[in-house]
Nanobody
Framework: QVQLVESGGGLVQAGGSLRLSCAAS????????LGWFRQAPGKERLFVAA???????????YYTDSVKGRFTISRDNAKNTVYLQMNALKPEDTAVYYC?????????????????WGQGTQVTVSS
C-alpha cells in the first residue's frame, strides 16, 4: 500500500507560480511512475505530467500540451517526493490537482492504471 500526500496548492494571480509536492510512503519509490492530474468541477480527471523510471538512472518526463514550457515535474528519490513547478499560471489551470503512483504500466497518462492517489490539493488562479 502506498500513501500519497500532496501539498502546495493555493490561490494565485494569473502569471504567478506555485510548487506542488507529493510525498509517498514506499521503500521502492524510485521505480514508480508518478503522475500529476487535475480535475475541474464537473469535469473528468485529466493528465498533466508524469515521470517514469526507464531503468538504471534513467527517468522520462511527459507533459500534456497545454502545460509544456510552463510546468516542470521533478522527483527526489531520496525524499520519496515528486514535485510540480507551475509557472505562468492561467485561470484555466484552476482545478484540484492529484498525485498518482503506479508501477508495471507504460500508460503514464491513463487514470485507471494508477493504483494509488493522494487526496488532492486545490489550485485557484484568479484573472
Amino acid at each position: 500500500q502506498v500513501q500519497l500526500v500532496e501539498s502546495g496548492g493555493g490561490l494565485v494571480q494569473a502569471g504567478g507560480s506555485l510548487r506542488l509536492s507529493c510525498a509517498a510512503s514506499t521503500r521502492t519509490f524510485s521505480i514508480y511512475t508518478l503522475g500529476w492530474f487535475r480535475q475541474a468541477p464537473g469535469k473528468e480527471r485529466l493528465f498533466v505530467a508524469a515521470t517514469r523510471w526507464g531503468g538504471g538512472r534513467t527517468y522520462y518526463t511527459y507533459y500534456t500540451d497545454s502545460v509544456k514550457g510552463r510546468f516542470t515535474i521533478s522527483r527526489d528519490n531520496a525524499k520519496n517526493t515528486v514535485y510540480l513547478q507551475m509557472n505562468a499560471l492561467k485561470p484555466e489551470d484552476t482545478a484540484v490537482y492529484y498525485c498518482g503512483a503506479m508501477v508495471g504500466s507504460d500508460m503514464y497518462n491513463y487514470v485507471p492504471d494508477y493504483g494509488y492517489w493522494g487526496q488532492g490539493t486545490q489550485v485557484t488562479v484568479s484573472s
